[in-house]
């Protein structure tokens, strides 16, 4: 386990090379095939501006493959990855339960439950400010979800880890029955297909349009995470120490846990839902640096940017 302040440098430049590596290597996967040094020409001429050779052609077929199809969905890739392993970090520290992840605490299935009311009713294909307003389904759909879980988490007057898990299984399981009714009755044969792609979870529809908004807002919540690592730890204590060292406990699971959501909800508006990763992926951190938040939260950001993208690049070779 790595501890050291040396010893996680090296690890995390060690990490970041295998992401550049990865992002450069999966840009050749696919129905089309593509050279490694294709792929890498065009990429550092789009990036760094460096000239492309004479045998690829500027707005030449090789081109729009790497750069206009392939690349935006590694970009979403990588942003879902680590915003769902950061998720997964956060939801399991201020839940202090080491199953927490957003598809457990139903925070998945409330933004699955918006993108379905979205699709299947016909406000899909509403626009909003010039956008579609599936998204903000979802988005408003992750941040009922979640004021409903801490709600029911603190009744009684005081919010425990036991409680937010019993009230995310059951919100989780009100907006699956609530998302599989307005299925039965919306008679939306087009909206069952588009469906799919939410229940399924895909990358496939990823597009430089759209990568955008998934992009800032990972990054915004990453880089707050990134300076909440001291009240992380605190809260690992338990509430009683946390408590005694001055940390407001119900305060720091509300703003973490809805911060977390919003990103969730962003992330679900763009992929659809995909579980697993944020359970698992903090967990391998975890085996590699430890608890402390300070190294846990780079870690799983890269790790679970990294587990997307090979996931996906198997998934449409």
Not at 5 to 19: E, H, K, N, S, T
Not at 67 to 81: E, Q, T
Not at 164 to 183: E, H, Q, R, W
Request: charge should be positive.
């Amino acid at each position: 386990m790595i501890r050291k302040a040396g010893p996680f440098r090296l690890f995390m430049g060690i990490l970041v090379v295998i992401l550049a590596a990865s992002i450069v290597i999966t840009s050749t996967m696919g129905a089309i095939g593509v050279s490694l040094q294709d792929a890498y020409a065009v990429l550092t001429h789009h990036l760094f501006g460096m000239p492309l050779p004479e045998a690829l052609a500027a707005g030449g077929p090789v081109e729009k493959v790497v750069w206009s199809l392939r690349f935006p969905r590694i970009i979403l890739g990588v942003v879902a990855g680590a915003g769902l392993a950061l998720a997964g970090v956060v939801m399991q520290t201020s839940v202090q339960n080491t199953l927490a992840e957003p598809y457990i605490l139903g925070i998945s299935s409330g933004a699955s439950c918006g993108a379905t009311c979205a699709i299947m009713l016909g406000a899909g294909a509403v626009n909003i400010v010039g956008l579609s307003s599936v998204p903000l389904f979802s988005f408003i759909g992750s941040t009922i979800a979640t004021i409903g879980v801490l709600l029911l988490a603190s009744t009684g007057g005081h919010m425990t880890s036991s409680k937010l898990v019993l009230s995310g299984m059951i919100l989780n399981a009100l907006f699956t029955a609530l998302s599989n009714f307005i299925i039965t009755i919306a008679a939306n044969a087009e909206g069952m297909m588009d469906l799919k792609f939410w229940t399924m979870g895909s990358l496939a529809r990823a597009s430089w349009g759209n990568v955008g908004v998934s992009v800032v807002v990972v990054l915004l919540v990453s880089v707050f995470f990134l300076t909440q690592f001291r009240s992380l730890n605190v809260l690992l204590m338990g509430d009683e120490a946390a408590t005694t060292l001055g940390l407001n406990t119900n305060l720091c699971r509300w703003a973490y846990l809805t911060i977390s959501a919003l990103m969730v909800g962003t992330l679900v508006s763009s992929v659809g839902t995909i579980g697993f990763v944020g359970l698992i992926i903090p967990h391998i951190a975890r085996s590699f640096v430890g608890s402390d938040h300070r190294r846990l939260v780079p870690t799983a950001l890269v790790l679970g940017a990294i587990f997307i993208l090979w996931a996906d690049a198997c998934a449409r070779t």
